[in-house]
């Protein structure tokens, strides 16, 4: 830092304090070992903004509303995307969605959200409740079909194959449930890997021919011919759905008013595949977990349903009485954040909070911290959906106290997209199931990108 870096009242900028670490590997292993705890402990210890080092890797934490705020919504220009930060190296996502929605950035970014918010306006998606109940029926049907009453099954599993489901019949009007083992199984591979990237610079370049990478690389190539398989049978069809492919080959830039490569199309359909599916599924897996663990939620959620639905399919018109339904979804997602951190690249020496941020580091929002700041939420850590009730005022009115999609203009183009995919299935679904968890079974959350539980969620199926 320059001695002449300053604040605007002349007292000199401060670096953020750090925790105790290694000399080489600063704090790399507890990083790694538990991520969200031992951020969770750095912040009792050192406040709302403090600095860790991973090996090279300096990355400031940012732990209050109002440097989320800062540095999504008020001085976003002195941030920006990882690509941005010019390393010799992709890094972070990008490895896995190209140059996609969520990962590209500048004018290119812009020009790809004006043409993809359409699909995803609350008109749109409000056309689009029936495919997502209609998969909830398929996943209901097959459990009676295949289980036994009290079997013990991987919810996460199967949460994920319903939203795959979903997104496959809305978005690419195609049916992918014969691709939900796949996906299962190769796309956390695919994350976690990206996700690496980031916190580990120590980690060798993809195309050394470990067997980390060899596994990342095959993976890549099994994603790319689902992905270009979905191109090309809508190319050779020439029959248009209306859907999310359609409006992609349909779209042309303004100025050249060229259409979409076929490289940039599977960018698009990469990222809204991947966070179509992956969000949503792990927010219904830990809402069925803190449901197991909370009877009386449970039971205040099956007489919402009972009186409002009776017994029949939920629709999109029910969603406006469903509100503690809702409300159990949006608690769930506070303490368990579908994107625990968002990460950003320090474009230009600023200052957050009196502490100085270099051009070249990394700033880190964490949603998970946030969400548990106890000068916001009153008894952070217990699971109470009152807090979203409306009238309620357990939730205090900072605009970046949650969020579960992140915030500012990037905020999550899906957001309404997964709000109702999540209140229609978990309606549904709690209608006809109890599930309970499987006792003794261990649950630790794991970050990859997205928080899903480390060794999947093993609940006992009780019909009612």
């Given at each position: 830092?320059?001695?002449?870096?300053?604040?605007?009242?002349?007292?000199?900028?401060?670096?953020?304090?750090?925790?105790?670490?290694?000399?080489?590997?600063?704090?790399?292993?507890?990083?790694r070992?538990d991520?969200?705890?031992?951020?969770?402990?750095?912040?009792?210890e050192?406040?709302?903004?403090?600095?860790?080092?991973?090996?090279?890797?300096?990355?400031?934490?940012?732990?209050?509303?109002?440097?989320?705020?800062?540095?999504?919504?008020?001085?976003?220009?002195?941030?920006?995307?990882?690509?941005?930060?010019g390393e010799?190296?992709?890094?972070?996502?990008?490895?896995?969605?190209?140059?996609?929605?969520?990962?590209?950035y500048?004018?290119?970014?812009?020009?790809?959200?004006?043409?993809?918010?359409?699909?995803?306006?609350?008109?749109?998606?409000?056309?689009?409740?029936?495919?997502?109940t209609?998969?909830?029926?398929?996943?209901l049907?097959?459990?009676?079909?295949?289980?036994?009453?009290g079997?013990?099954?991987?919810?996460?599993?199967?949460?994920?194959?319903?939203?795959?489901?979903?997104?496959g019949?809305?978005?690419?009007?195609?049916?992918?449930?014969?691709?939900?083992?796949?996906?299962?199984?190769?796309?956390?591979?695919?994350?976690?890997?990206?996700?690496?990237?980031?916190?580990?610079?120590?980690?060798?370049?993809?195309?050394?021919p470990?067997?980390?990478?060899r596994?990342?690389?095959?993976?890549?190539?099994?994603?790319?011919?689902?992905?270009?398989?979905?191109?090309?049978?809508?190319?050779?069809?020439?029959?248009?759905?209306?859907?999310?492919?359609?409006?992609?080959?349909a779209?042309?830039?303004?100025?050249?008013?060229?259409?979409?490569?076929?490289?940039?199309?599977?960018?698009?359909?990469?990222?809204?595949f991947?966070?179509?599916?992956?969000?949503?599924?792990?927010?219904?897996?830990?809402?069925?977990?803190?449901?197991?663990?909370?009877?009386?939620?449970?039971?205040?959620l099956?007489?919402?349903?009972?009186?409002?639905?009776?017994?029949?399919?939920?629709d999109?018109?029910?969603?406006?009485?469903?509100?503690?339904?809702?409300a159990?979804?949006?608690?769930?997602?506070?303490?368990?954040?579908?994107?625990?951190?968002?990460?950003?690249?320090?474009?230009?020496?600023?200052?957050?909070?009196?502490?100085?941020?270099?051009?070249?580091?990394?700033?880190?929002?964490v949603?998970d911290?946030?969400?548990?700041?106890?000068?916001?939420?009153?008894?952070?850590?217990?699971f109470?959906?009152?807090?979203?009730?409306?009238?309620?005022?357990?939730?205090?009115?900072?605009?970046?106290?949650?969020?579960?999609?992140?915030?500012?203009?990037?905020?999550?183009?899906?957001?309404?997209f997964?709000?109702?995919?999540?209140?229609?299935?978990?309606a549904?679904i709690?209608?006809?199931?109890?599930?309970?968890?499987?006792?003794?079974?261990?649950?630790?959350r794991?970050?990859?990108?997205?928080?899903?539980p480390?060794?999947?969620m093993?609940?006992?199926?009780?019909?009612?």
């Amino acid at each position: 830092m320059s001695s002449s870096a300053a604040l605007p009242g002349g007292a000199p900028l401060l670096c953020a304090p750090t925790p105790a670490g290694h000399f080489l590997f600063g704090h790399l292993k507890p990083y790694r070992a538990d991520m969200l705890g031992f951020l969770a402990r750095s912040r009792a210890e050192l406040g709302d903004i403090f600095r860790i080092r991973l090996a090279s890797r300096s990355i400031h934490i940012l732990a209050h509303p109002d440097m989320a705020e800062q540095l999504l919504i008020k001085e976003r220009e002195h941030f920006g995307k990882l690509s941005e930060l010019g390393e010799k190296r992709e890094i972070g996502l990008s490895l896995v969605l190209g140059k996609g929605l969520v990962t590209n950035y500048g004018e290119s970014w812009q020009r790809q959200r004006q043409m993809m918010q359409p699909m995803f306006h609350k008109v749109q998606i409000a056309t689009m409740a029936d495919a997502m109940t209609e998969a909830g029926s398929r996943l209901l049907r097959r459990w009676q079909q295949v289980f036994q009453p009290g079997q013990v099954v991987d919810i996460s599993q199967e949460m994920m194959r319903v939203t795959i489901d979903v997104i496959g019949q809305t978005m690419f009007g195609a049916d992918l449930l014969d691709k939900t083992d796949f996906v299962g199984e190769r796309f956390p591979l695919l994350l976690r890997y990206a996700f690496s990237s980031l916190n580990n610079p120590l980690l060798l370049p993809s195309g050394w021919p470990t067997a980390r990478n060899r596994a990342f690389n095959r993976s890549m190539k099994e994603l790319d011919v689902l992905l270009y398989d979905l191109i090309n049978k809508r190319l050779e069809s020439g029959t248009p759905r209306g859907d999310l492919i359609d409006m992609l080959l349909a779209a042309r830039d303004p100025d050249s008013k060229e259409s979409m490569s076929i490289q940039q199309l599977r960018d698009e359909i990469a990222t809204i595949f991947g966070a179509g599916h992956e969000t949503t599924a792990n927010g219904l897996t830990w809402t069925w977990y803190l449901l197991s663990q909370h009877p009386e939620v449970r039971a205040k959620l099956r007489e919402e349903l009972e009186t409002v639905l009776g017994g029949r399919t939920p629709d999109y018109a029910d969603l406006p009485q469903l509100v503690y339904t809702r409300a159990v979804f949006e608690e769930s997602m506070r303490l368990f954040a579908p994107a625990p951190v968002l990460p950003r690249a320090v474009l230009k020496d600023t200052s957050v909070a009196g502490y100085s941020l270099r051009r070249g580091e990394v700033a880190m929002v964490v949603s998970d911290l946030l969400h548990r700041h106890p000068a916001f939420w009153r008894e952070p850590d217990r699971f109470d959906p009152e807090r979203f009730l409306p009238g309620e005022t357990q939730l205090q009115h900072h605009r970046c106290a949650y969020l579960p999609f992140g915030g500012g203009p990037r905020v999550c183009i899906g957001n309404h997209f997964a709000m109702m995919e999540g209140q229609l299935l978990l309606a549904q679904i709690a209608q006809r199931y109890d599930l309970q968890l499987l006792p003794d079974h261990p649950v630790e959350r794991e970050v990859a990108v997205t928080m899903r539980p480390r060794h999947g969620m093993l609940m006992t199926l009780i019909q009612r």
